[in-house]
């Protein structure tokens, strides 16, 4: 590979992928979306089958150069594609119920309120339909306060149990369970807004 590729900034080597350097697409591909332990972590909480997991690998790749969304190096690429493949996987879920349930979309499942927000629920899954894209959940989420919002994330998103994020954000799993439960009461309120319907 080009010597002047492997200088490149991150933003630098974003821009000439997108602009159809072969050369600058590898190394982002091998690189940052092949290589990267979050985004196979990620697939493989995603998907069972290997051959899936490779072909998101791939959508991931092509949403990212086809995107028109501006990276300025504010953060890591990584972390910038890391946004990239969830919204991929996103998608890909949605398009897969999509089909599963003739047009209606199930784009998040989680648990129904608990009055006990320290305990797990187990009560059957609640579902936001209709949301037309992945795009309006991910604008919604940026509209939860902080302070809940990566919990959030982490149980709706990443599917991850309450041990599993409290682990990861490194905070006691009765303040996981406060964050998702306030968090989804004001994710809710978001949605009602909006005019999803909510079930």
């Known amino acids: 590979m080009d010597q002047e590729i492997q200088r490149l900034s991150e933003p ?23 290589r990267s332990q979050p985004i196979r972590g990620l697939l493989r909480r995603a998907v069972d089958s290997e051959t899936e997991r490779e072909d998101l690998l791939q959508e991931i790749f092509l ?21 990239v493949a969830q919204l991929t996987v996103l998608e890909a879920h949605r398009a897969a119920n999509t089909q599963k349930r003739g047009g209606h979309v199930r784009l998040i499942g989680e648990a129904e309120w608990t009055e006990n927000p320290a305990v797990e ?7 936001f339909e209709e949301i037309e894209t992945r795009l309006a959940f991910e604008k919604l989420m940026e509209k939860v306060p902080e302070a809940y919002r990566e919990a959030l994330r982490l149980r709706i998103v990443d599917e991850l149990d309450y041990q599993q994020i409290a682990e990861r954000l490194s905070i006691p799993m009765n303040t996981v ?18 005019g999803f319907r909510i079930r």
């Open 12 to 34: 630098e080597l974003l821009a000439r992928a997108r602009g159809g350097d072969r050369d600058a697409q590898a190394r982002l591909y091998e690189e940052f979306i092949y």
């Open 63 to 83: 949403s990212t150069i086809s995107s028109s969304g501006e990276f300025r190096g504010d953060s890591r690429l990584s972390t910038y594609l890391f946004r």
């Open 121 to 127: 629920p187990s009560v059957p899954p609640l579902q």
């Open 177 to 194: 369970a406060t964050r998702i439960f306030k968090g989804k009461a004001v994710l809710v309120n978001l949605l009602r807004k909006s």
